[in-house]
T-cell receptor
Framework: DAGVTQSPTHLIKTRGQQVTLRCSPKSGHDTVSWYQQALGQGPQFIFQ???????QRGNFPDRFSGHQFPNYSSELNVNALLLGDSALYLCASSSHPGGLEYFGPGTRLLVL | DAKTTQPNSMESNEEEPVHLPCNHS???????IHWYRQLPSQGPEYVIH???SNVNNRMASLAIAEDRKSSTLILHRATLRDAAVYYC????????????FGAGTTVTVRA
């Protein structure tokens, strides 16, 4: 049984560019959440998707957007990248909103 | 968001128990207490959660104070694999489903 998978594992971008990160939830899960983890800090909630809609959002600007597909996989898009967007981006899935969240290994994004 | 307070770091010897405290004096009646841990270069891993009663699973035990203003995660026999950052998180069981992570406690296990 595959757990949560994320791609790519690492990514380097320059300021002003756009990036798309991908997540496949654990088998049987239909809810996906995204978190940002800066170096030395705990993860911060970005948003949660369920039934292909954004259900809850954290304190992140509109440059951060997402999408959920009919197969429950999800994408995180970040536009107009800033140096401060350099972080580990974590995807978590659950069997329903409010269910236990299981995390993927993350995508390490470096913005130069 | 309800807040938790944890020590920055703790050290333990291998094969000994580890007791990780967490204070959450502003906890509300619908808040569940969740513990996650994050090993180096990995995503967070669910450890245990509870509402009012003490909980046990194969990884750890969770002891919750009667007034619910504090809790303790207990690792019964620490191994080197238990070295990680441990996060104590309050999660509203009603309609706010996000996990609000703090800085956590960095646990070091000595061989």
């Amino acid at each position: 049984d595959a757990g949560v998978t994320q791609s790519p594992t690492h990514l380097i971008k320059t300021r002003g560019q756009q990036v798309t990160l991908r997540c496949s939830p654990k088998s049987g899960h239909d809810t996906v959440s995204w978190y940002q983890q800066a170096l030395g800090q705990g993860p911060q909630f970005i948003f949660q998707y369920y039934e292909e809609e954004e259900r809850q959002r954290g304190n992140f600007p509109d440059r951060f957007s997402g999408h959920q597909f009919p197969n429950y996989s999800s994408e995180l898009n970040v536009n107009a990248l800033l140096l401060g967007d350099s972080a580990l981006y974590l995807c978590a899935s659950s069997s329903h909103p409010g269910g236990l969240e299981y995390f993927g290994p993350g995508t390490r994004l470096l913005v130069l | 968001d309800a807040k938790t307070t944890q020590p920055n770091s703790m050290e333990s010897n291998e094969e000994e128990p580890v007791h990780l405290p967490c204070n959450h004096s502003t906890i509300s009646g619908t808040d569940y207490i969740h513990w996650y841990r994050q090993l180096p270069s990995q995503g967070p891993e669910y450890v245990i959660h509870g509402l009012t009663s003490n909980v046990n699973n194969r990884m750890a035990s969770l002891a919750i104070a009667e007034d619910r203003k504090s809790s303790t995660l207990i690792l019964h026999r620490a191994t080197l694999r238990d070295a990680a950052v441990y996060y104590c998180i309050l999660r509203d069981g009603s309609n706010d489903y996000k996990l609000s992570f703090g800085a956590g406690t960095t646990v070091t296990v000595r061989a």
